[in-house]
Each structure stands twice: as C-alpha cells, then as structure tokens.
C-alpha cells in the first residue's frame, strides 16, 4: 500500500544510501523500481504528481516478462491471488460473429504465467509491504553535473533544491520532466486517431476468455481480471465525440450478432456515468539516459494497449535497472546506464512495434478492409500474430551481464 509521506522525511533517508535515487512517478513502472531499489537496501526518493492514489484505473495483461520483478518483490502468490490466469483469446468479426478461438495456454505457458489484473490491484501488490510516496509533487527544475542531479521539486505549491546521484523519470507517456533532461529531444508521438472508454462490469464464469471485436468503425474489448470484467470501447475520435451512449446506438445497428458478453459490455459503457477516456497514442523517446537520468515505463517507451505488452515491458526494465545498480559498481554509474539502455531499448521498442502492426490491423473504418481482415484471419492465428513478443520471451534479459559489459568497457 501506498504510505504518504513528505519530500523531506523520504531524502533524510535517501541522503545516507551509497546512491541517492529520485524516483518520479508512482505508476508501474516508478513502483516497481522504487520498490525493488528498496528490496536491494536503498530508499529512494518517490514522487508523483496526482493528490493521491485514485487515479483511473483500467485492466491489465501480463506476460511472463514480469516474473523477475515479481520474484525479486517476493509478491508472486499476492500477485496470483490478485489476478487470474488468461488462456484463451476470441475474436469476432464486424457483425459480431466468432472468428476464432485460441490458446494463449500454448502460446504463453511455457515461459510462464499470463494474468489479467485491474492496474489498482497490480499497484498494491507492488506496494506490499509500505510504498512511501509524496504526492502532488513534481520535478520543475533539473541540472546535472559530473557529482550528481540537482533537483527542484515543487509539493503543494512549494519548491525546494534537493541533490540525487540518479533521477529515474517514470511519470508516463506526457511527461513533463522528460522535457527537462539536458539535451532534451522531443519523443516520437505516433496518433492513431482513435480513442474510446474505459469501464467495469461484473465478472463471469469465463475468467480465463479475453475478447474482441474487430469492427468496421468500432472495436470492443473485454477481458477478466479478478471478479471484473473490464471493458474498452472505442472508435476514431471524430465519431466517439457523440459520445458513449449514441456511440453504442450505433454499434448495435452494426452487429449482427450480439453474445451476452457483448451485450452486457455495451450496456456497461452506455451506462457508465464518467467513463475514462482513453486517447490511443504512444510515444518513442530518441534516447533514454544521460550520465545521471534514465526513462523508464511510458515516459521511455509509452505502447498502445493492442499488444497488451507494455505495462509488462515497463516492469522489465524496472528490474532489469534495479538489478544492474545492485550489483554493479556505482562509481560507473554513466556507463552501466548506457548499458542498460543499449539491452533493453531494443526489446522494448521490438513490443512496441508488433503493438504499432496490431493497430493497423484493429483499427479500420472500411467495410470492404474489415471483410479482407476476416478472410485473412481464417490463417493466421494468436500465436503467429504474437510471434515477435515470442521471441522476447525466449530471449530473457540478462542484467548481470549488461553489467559485465560496462565494467569491461571502463
């Protein structure tokens, strides 16, 4: 759990650790390094901008590639008991109609498990155990020098100048803090034009089946997570400005065929008094890490949902960071962090990429293009259409040797 505390009680802790962290951002991403720093023995400094924890939440799946992470936090059986096990995946064409059912099972399962969360629930279970955190603070001022970072940091209207040997910058795919970095390159922004809403329905007895709709216009997306069923509905931005109910009208005009799942997650958005809208955007940050800073999660990398591989990627280079500065020399600190970018950049932006290709294929207005989609999808199946998030699988990171190469290169 998430336990307040000022900017001043955390660096009288962080002042006395051999490397003194700032952390910015209590997302996935800044939890999960801030949190496993803390496992290793330090206490970073972690800072986010919301007034508190109840930011909109939405669910989540996780590949394997979170595993490390979990391990190290000593939370897998919170994390299990918190989430369920994701197996099969349908998809169902422009009239509604099922196109196919795969196995996830035998895609994922044997690299490890494949779990849907509500992000709520995955924050607690990376904040087990106490997460001190300062919110509604953020970093307004940033100079670095050869001996470390310093800091300004405004809380509650109020700034102050505090030093850091290393600042990680995770607060999300708009961060503002990313614009301070000397050097600063502003991060590719890739718009699909398409948005849509976020909510909750109840849960069924088919908690391991995650589904979609691939419209012609529109897309729908539910997927279990435990006790809930959560819901994506959306379409380009242009025709989601009528908003959630006339939207739904229009979608029911559309389908053919309505199962009870879809019919019950249409209902859920029509209803929803303030659903969460979410623009489909991401972003690529030119570089990553300077001699004192380094992006991590969204603010790096920030993914479109349609691979659901992000928020697992952003826990991978939490660890694989964490790890890097537990065992390695800080004295090098310049070096290992271009190492770590070297290693991780290029899985992440791989993800990234198989969710950019996934996009073009969900998101199309056409008739005549979503019946030659589903003409195609006859062949080609999850497993094929997941093959490069595969291959990340099968080719686990390895952070002691990232930091075996940094020594080699000083």
């Known amino acids: 759990m998430f336990v307040p505390k000022s900017v001043e009680a955390q660096y009288e802790q962080a002042r006395a650790d051999d490397l003194r962290v700032l952390v910015v951002g209590a ?15 330090r206490r970073p400094v972690l800072i986010e901008r919301a007034h508190d ?9 996780l590949m394997p590639m979170v595993d490390g992470a979990i391990d190290d936090l000593g939370v897998r059986d919170r994390y299990r008991a918190s989430s369920v096990s994701f197996d099969r995946y349908a998809v169902h064409g422009h009239t509604g109609r099922m196109l196919r059912e795969d196995s996830m099972a035998e895609v994922i399962a044997s690299y490890g498990d494949y779990r849907g969360i509500a992000r709520g629930s995955l924050l607690d ?12 603070s953020t970093v307004t001022a940033l100079q670095e020098n050869p001996g470390g970072v310093e800091v300004g940091i405004t809380t509650d209207g109020v700034t102050q100048q505090l030093d850091f040997d290393l600042v990680v910058i995770a607060d999300g ?43 012609d216009g529109f897309f729908i997306g539910m997927y279990p997570v435990a006790g809930q069923l959560g ?29 009870p799942r879809i019919a019950r997650a249409l209902t859920a958005v029509a209803r929803a008094a303030d659903p969460y ?24 990398a920030g993914f479109l949902p349609t691979a659901g591989v992000g928020a697992g990627m952003a826990m991978e280079s939490a660890w694989v960071l964490a790890r890097m500065l537990r065992h390695g020399d800080t004295s090098r600190l310049p070096v290992l962090l271009r190492n770590f970018e070297l290693g991780q950049r290029p899985r ?3 993800a990234q990429d198989n969710s950019r290709l996934l996009a073009t294929l969900m998101f199309h207005r056409s008739r005549s293009l979503a019946w030659a989609r589903e003409f195609a999808m006859r062949f080609v199946s999850v497993e094929r259409a997941l093959r490069p998030i595969q291959r990340l699988l099968q080719e686990q990171p390895d952070p002691d040797l990232l930091v075996g190469e940094a020594v080699g290169a000083t």
């Open 125 to 136: 279970v990376l904040s087990a155990g106490g997460c001190p955190v300062t919110f509604d």
């Open 231 to 259: 819901i994506f509905l959306g379409g380009p931005r242009a025709d989601t400005a009528v908003g959630p109910g006339p939207f739904v009208e229009w979608i029911r005009g559309k389908l053919a065929t309505v199962n």
């Open 277 to 300: 809208y979410w623009p489909l955007t991401d972003c690529r940050a030119p570089a990553w890490t300077t001699d004192r800073t380094v992006l991590l999660g969204d603010a790096a």
């Open 27 to 41: 997302g996935i991403a800044g939890v999960t390094a801030a949190q496993l720093f803390r496992r290793g023995g």
């Open 348 to 350: 992440v932006e791989a």
């Open 173 to 215: 795919i708009g961060s503002t803090t990313r614009e301070l970095v000397p050097a600063y390159r502003p991060a590719a922004i890739t718009d699909t034009k398409w948005g849509g809403w976020v909510v909750w329905s109840p849960g069924d007895d088919d908690t391991d089946l995650g589904e979609e709709v691939w419209g």
């Open 53 to 61: 924890a109840s930011a909109a939440g939405y669910m989540l799946a």
